[in-house]
């Protein structure tokens, strides 16, 4: 699978490409594998086997990995294993409060990294941010790799100028920012400005996807929490990620849940809020500082939690109380076996609430069926970023990647590149 025939993706029916991609997710799991192995697992023969290897191995997207040495009788079989930097993605996460850019290999290890904890500025002001750290990235790269590169993921919450009394973001010249974002592609403006084709996807689908595509668990059903300055999600059934008409399935964040009774909550008057008012990293810093604490950023929150400030553990009961019954529900709907949840700050926090989390969804399950399992993330703070990675990546090398076909897409025409 070349890397300018891989650029084909999704419109492709082609059973050998299929395959190709079917191998190369068996070996992304396993590691590293035999042949045999690979043809048992990805459930091809071994001539069909033999030859997709050796034309990987010639595009340089897999590699020998040494010899078996297991005591087996017999020549020691040889081992194949991803090479790490056949193929690049480079990856963009908005946040109303960060700018995180990545550059991934085909393993799926961040090469390097910049972010900017700031308040989201006005979307031109991004561009420029972004390129500046995007070319910075690239550096990492010799010239010869940059041809692996495959594009940019962008990872943003659609309607970033929605929801901003929840999120304490109501000063007028933030409103008038973020307003300006919902009349911007900002997919079709980087790829005019970096010449590289785009994918753009809700940052809680991108995280899923991380780790559907990179994830630890190997898992082809779950549903996917990631707690940041709001709450959001994914939902990934048989292997392919669920994107919903408007692209925010798995938007967790907007189920609508009883208000919160803290002190510091601000009064709706209305008999329902939504979760991410009350589940949400936003929600534990204005309770901290409701009570004294300073918070200036995810440092800060990590100090209080590690110091067990009172205010966090007020947070957390009231978090678990809108959690746990909102969680219930989507899993009901879905009936997954799987509920990953990842966040951006820890010193503890995120085990306390998969443990209270997996005790309160033991506790309500049915009648004569079992509650999922609650599992960490393998990405923490940088799952946003990962996942926005990951789009090109797994556009053009997973087998399941049909549900693309309904993502944002940006090729650059040669005019509107800006040099």
Sequence with gaps: ???????????????????????????????????????????????????????????GLVCEAGRRQDGQRGQPASLIRLQPRGAFGLGVRLDRASIECVLVDFSGR???????????????????????????????????????????????????G???????????????????????????????????????ENDGTAAAIAELFYGRHHAQDFLYVFLGPAIGGGVVLDGDCVRGVSGNAGDIGMMPVAPSTLDSAPRTGRARDILLARASLNALARHLRHHGAQVDGHADLEAHIAQGHAAVAQWLDDCIDALAPAMQAALAVLDVPLLVFDADVDAGLVGTLIARLQAALD???????????????GFGANAGA????????????????????GASARIPEASDVVA
């Design 386 to 405: 990962v996942g926005a990675a990951a789009l090109p990546l797994f556009m053009n090398f997973s087998p399941r990647a049909e549900w693309l076909k």
């Design 162 to 200: 929605a929801w901003l009394r929840e999120l304490d973001l109501q000063d007028a010249a933030l409103r008038d920012s973020f307003h300006a974002w919902d009349d911007t592609d900002f997919g079709a403006a980087l790829a005019a400005a970096t010449g590289l084709p785009v994918f753009s």
């Design 110 to 160: 961040i090469l390097a990294s910049r972010a900017r904890q700031q308040v989201l500025p006005h979307p031109q002001q991004a561009l420029a941010m972004v390129r500046e750290d995007l070319d910075a990235l690239c550096e990492a790269l010799a010239p010869a790799e940059r041809k692996r590169l495959l594009g940019i993921g962008l990872a943003q919450p659609y309607n970033l």
């Design 1 to 59: 699978m070349s890397l300018s025939k891989a650029g084909r993706g999704v419109n492709s029916a082609s059973l050998r490409l299929y395959n190709e991609r079917a191998l190369l997710l068996a070996l992304r799991r396993a590691g590293e594998a035999s042949k045999a192995d690979l043809a048992r697992m990805a459930e091809l023969t071994n001539t069909a086997v033999g030859s997709i290897v050796q034309t990987l191995t010639e595009e």
């Design 363 to 377: 506790e309500g399950a049915p009648e004569a069926r079992r509650a999922p399992r609650v599992v960490r993330g």
